[in-house]
């Protein structure tokens, strides 16, 4: 037993292929050519399992990989196929001569139901070793199970549905809780809901299936011998745990709605098929005495579950009056029906059979027939053999039955990812769509093909569907690689042809209005569309030729503005002298070149709403680039002309704040050809420091000079510092300017009175004004009387100038009175000087034997010192070492100079003193004593501690900077 199950690989027996309604190779077409495909492996394969069952095979189900098949009438056996060598055999314990009538197995595996012919019902877990009967249930012979796949687990049922051959349906409840002998029965509870009649009275239960909707609506489908009944009801939130019964209640006082065919085969089957584990159902398939009633199943209807119902008459020789089908399995596309002597396979979507796998009369007639919906495994079995089927890419070919039908949507989404395939439904759907003369529709699908371009196009030039013919070639362009440019550049070019055609066709139409107007719109959204925009872009210059060609001048620009290229856009506009609608559209894109090359031409027909636009600009426009326009547009020399380019270039100086020398030059030229005032008023602000000012004052002073603005060459000259020119200048205009002119050199005294002189002399000479000049002098305290009297004629009496002579006699009066008391202040000062010499001489200090020296703290009689009025002593080397490096590089210098040269003199022989000319050794060379003092004049000026040198020292670290990082790891 050990070696009951394997993975059968090598035991292949017998193979079944589902026979395709159409041949394998693609039907040809234009431009198109079909490889036969390789040999695939059939769809249905069938595989007998290596088992020899010891005793016959009564019964045999598969759920969730799990096996059970009864053995004689007293043992099951349990198989978990992903451990096939690891089999489970169970004693059923019967001693009587009852018989396994049916089992039925959960969807989770786990709950095996064996119903006896005595009317018996066992039960037994997957992880249970010992067959329970079931109390509540005896009496009831069980046909069928509602298994509910909502709350059902793999410890409980949850509330299911049982079908008896009384025609009863029941709800009941199992549990896998085992317990002791006085423990909780693993029925909890068994209670009847309904009775299925039929014309006769109560009919047995066939097949019952519970499923829940989306919507919480719970959906039960059971069958009869003649009748399937449907029962629909929502249960109240929370209320699971009363399963059915108030589903069932609503049909207490009128009966359920039900199908019913009048042929029986004395029992029939349901089958559901189901995509995935524990999704909803998607088809049922019901095996009756008239045939296969086939359908979808929508959970969503809000009154049948069933729709797209419809009944396959059995094949030839399969029937109540021939072979009856024992059993029925439902797959993706086809239903399976079980015979006594074969399995037969019939397409759900054409009704024909497309399997007859015969089996041989060694292994006994087939029992039963079931699926694994976890697996998509169909089993079959005999009384002494074990058959698998394994269903291989069942939809391969259900394209071309689809394609038959002229279903095209499903023909395309089951050859998806077959190229070759799905270019020959796209033909045929395309071909169909033309002899229905849906020529838009048959076109988008040409353009996906992989017919020939140019057939296609004739044929939709044949019969003249310019319209259609767009569209294909739309898509032809939208599939493009990037590489085919050409093919791009010729396809936008025809297009265009084609919509420009179609326009100028209907332009002139009022009928075709609106036509004309929805023509339109599809053309710009081609040329405005993302999508082909790079090839647009690539053949703009040919569609640009296009456009013109036709005379479309509103699309011209449309495609203009849609490329971008705007400087085309507001030539146009210039052109038809449209200058507002040009500058709209610079003001728009803000392109500064396009700015630059349009304004010589819009400034002289809209002046002033281009300097606004300038204005709104602001500094992304380079104003130096505008000046050529400005000075085309300002030669006329109208005032109005002349403040647009002032108000464009106060703009750029007084809001940008421009520097550049070229805007500034060309705004005074301006201010100079008009507006004197605001000249003036420029060079005011503009400053008197030659190095600040942005403008050239050459320029500005030839500029003011040829127009005559006088008060502005003056107030060049004041920033040149060309005061006489300034004061020569001023004098001809005002003598006040002048005067303002005279008093600038402040620092050069000389220079002031010379110019206050000329100002004086033009007021004598030229005015002949004594009081005037008596002002002037009065003005300028350099001047003098007699400076000035040279200047007035002979005949000017003194009367003129009796109060100017008195008053300089009384200022010389003032002066010597002044320099007498500074005579005396200083005759004070130099005695005070005097007595303070005397008690400086006769100031002494004390120096200790334990006096040290504040630098080294060392004694300070070891070596010569100096002593301080401070009381700071130092010693003469430690006191040179302190003071040099607070000292200028000029002082120390000479500090050096002079220790060099002390160092280089003698010392004094001693003997009797020498004649003044001896001492030193060099004639002319100072003296030692000389030296001397004048080192202790640099050294010893003051203290190093009190005096000047500690101030200056204040900012400087107390350890050198070069010297910092050397301290620092000392201290580590």
Not at 145 to 157: D, I, P, Q, R
């Amino acid at each position: 037993m050990a070696s009951i199950l394997d993975e059968y690989e090598d035991s292949l027996s017998r193979s079944a292929v589902l026979q395709p309604g159409c041949p394998s190779v693609g039907i040809p077409h234009s431009g198109f050519v079909n490889a036969p495909l390789e040999k695939e492996a059939p769809i249905f394969t069938k595989q007998r399992i290596d088992f020899t069952p010891s005793e016959r095979i009564t019964s045999l189900v598969v759920s969730c990989n799990q096996l059970c098949m009864s053995l004689g009438k007293d043992i099951l056996l349990r198989i978990d196929l992903g451990k096939a060598n690891e089999p489970n055999q169970v004693e059923l314990g019967r001693k009587d001569e009852a018989k396994v009538h049916k089992m039925f197995l959960d969807h989770t595996g786990s709950h095996l139901l064996i119903a006896l012919s005595s009317t018996e019902v066992l039960y037994i877990n997957r992880n249970g070793q010992k067959v329970r009967p079931l109390a509540r249930w005896k009496g009831q012979l069980v046909e069928s199970v509602g298994w509910n796949k909502a709350l059902g687990t793999e410890s409980s049922t949850g509330p299911i549905l049982v079908g008896t051959a009384q025609g009863q349906i029941f709800e009941a409840e199992l549990s896998a809780s085992e317990g002791g002998l006085f423990g909780p029965a693993p029925d909890l509870y068994f209670r009847p809901l309904h009775v299925l009649m039929e014309e006769g009275g109560p009919a047995p239960v066939c097949s019952i299936e519970a499923e829940r909707g989306p919507d919480g609506r719970f959906f039960v489908i059971a069958t009869t011998r003649q009748r399937l009944f449907q029962f629909t009801g929502r249960m109240a939130e929370g209320a699971e745990v009363q399963g059915f019964s108030g589903l069932f209640a609503t049909y207490t006082d009128h009966p359920p709605p039900f199908r019913e065919f009048p042929s029986s085969l004395g029992y029939s089957e349901l089958a559901f098929y189901t995509p995935k584990l524990r999704s909803a159902p998607r088809a049922f398939a019901w095996m009756m005495g008239d045939g296969v009633l086939y359908g979808a199943l929508d959970c969503g209807r809000p009154d049948s579950l069933l729709s797209e119902e419809r009944v396959w008459d059995y094949p030839p020789g399969v029937g109540p009056g021939a072979s009856p089908p024992l059993a029925i399995v439902l797959t993706q596309f086809h239903f399976l029906l079980l015979l006594a002597d074969r399995v037969e396979a019939v397409c759900t979507l054409t009704g024909q059979v497309v399997l007859r796998d015969h089996f041989l009369e060694k292994f006994g007639p087939l029992r039963h027939m079931v699926k694994d919906s976890s697996t998509g495994h169909l089993w079959a079995h005999t009384e002494r053999a074990v058959f698998r089927y394994h269903v291989q890419r069942e939809s391969r070919d259900v394209w071309r039955t689809y394609l038959d039908m002229n279903r095209f949507d499903l023909a395309k989404e089951y050859c998806r990812e077959r190229p070759d395939c799905l270019d020959t439904v796209l033909a045929r759907e395309a071909d169909f769509c033309f002899r229905q003369r849906r020529y838009v529709e048959s076109a988008r699908c040409y353009a996906l093909t992989q017919s020939y371009f140019e057939e296609i196009a004739l044929k939709f030039l044949e019969v003249r569907q310019e319209e259609a013919l767009a569209e294909f070639l739309q898509r032809k362009l939208a599939g493009l690689k990037p590489t085919e440019r050409t093919q791009a550049t010729l396809l936008t070019a025809w297009l265009t042809e084609l919509y420009l055609s179609r326009l100028g066709a209907l332009q002139g139409d009022v009928d075709a209005l609106p036509l004309y107007r929805e023509t339109r719109e599809q053309f710009r959204n081609f040329l405005s569309s993302p999508r082909n925009k790079e090839w647009l872009f690539a053949s703009r210059a040919s569609i640009h030729e296009l456009l013109a060609s036709h005379g479309d001048t509103e699309h011209m620009v449309f495609f203009a503005v849609i490329m971008q290229d705007y400087e085309r856009v507001v030539a146009y506009h210039c052109q038809h002298e449209a200058y507002e609608e040009a500058l709209a559209v610079l003001s728009k894109h803000h392109d500064p070149q396009l700015f630059y090359k349009f304004s010589p031409i819009l400034i002289r027909h809209i002046p002033r709403q281009l300097v606004d636009a300038w204005i709104d600009l602001g500094s992304r426009l380079d104003a130096r680039q505008l000046i050529p326009a400005l000075v085309n547009y300002s030669q006329g020399g109208e005032a109005q002309q002349v403040s647009h380019a002032i108000r464009y270039m106060e703009f750029c100086v007084n809001v940008l704040g421009e520097t550049e020398q070229a805007i500034h030059n060309y705004l005074l030229s301006l201010y100079a050809r008009g507006q004197a005032a605001s000249l003036l008023a420029y060079l005011e602000q503009a400053g008197t420091s030659p190095h600040r000012v942005h403008y050239d004052l050459k320029y500005a002073l030839r500029l003011c000079a040829e127009h005559g603005h006088n008060r502005a060459c003056v107030h060049v000259y004041k920033v040149l510092e060309l005061y006489e020119e300034a004061v020569d200048l001023a004098l001809q205009v005002d003598v006040d300017l002048a005067k303002q002119c005279a008093d600038l050199p402040e620092e050069d005294e000389e220079l002031r009175k010379k110019l206050w002189l000329k100002i004086a002399r033009h007021v004598v000479q030229e005015e002949e004004d004594v009081k005037t000049a008596m002002a002037c002098l009065a003005s300028c305290p350099l001047l003098k009387i007699e400076d000035v009297l040279p200047f007035f004629p002979d005949f000017v009496t003194i009367d003129h100038f009796k109060e100017a002579i008195c008053s300089s006699l009384q200022a010389y009066n003032r002066h010597i009175d002044e320099l007498q008391r500074e005579m005396e202040e200083a005759t004070a000062s130099a005695q005070r000087i005097r007595r303070d010499l005397q008690e400086l001489r006769g100031r002494y200090g004390t120096v200790e034997p334990q006096d040290k020296c504040s630098a080294c703290d060392f004694p300070l009689l070891n070596r010569p010192f100096y002593v301080f009025l401070c009381s700071h002593m130092f010693h003469a080397d430690c006191l040179l070492q302190a003071v040099r490096p607070g000292l200028p590089a000029y002082k120390q210098a000479r500090l050096e100079e002079l220790q060099r040269k002390l160092g280089a003199t003698p010392p004094p022989a001693k003997g009797p003193p020498r004649t003044k000319d001896g001492e030193g050794g060099t004639p002319g060379a100072p003296s030692r004593e000389q030296l001397k003092a004048d080192l202790d004049e640099l050294v010893a000026a003051e203290c190093v501690y009190c005096g000047e040198l500690m101030i200056r020292s204040i900012d400087r670290p107390f350890i050198d900077p070069q010297r910092y990082e050397e301290e620092h790891q000392s201290w580590l």
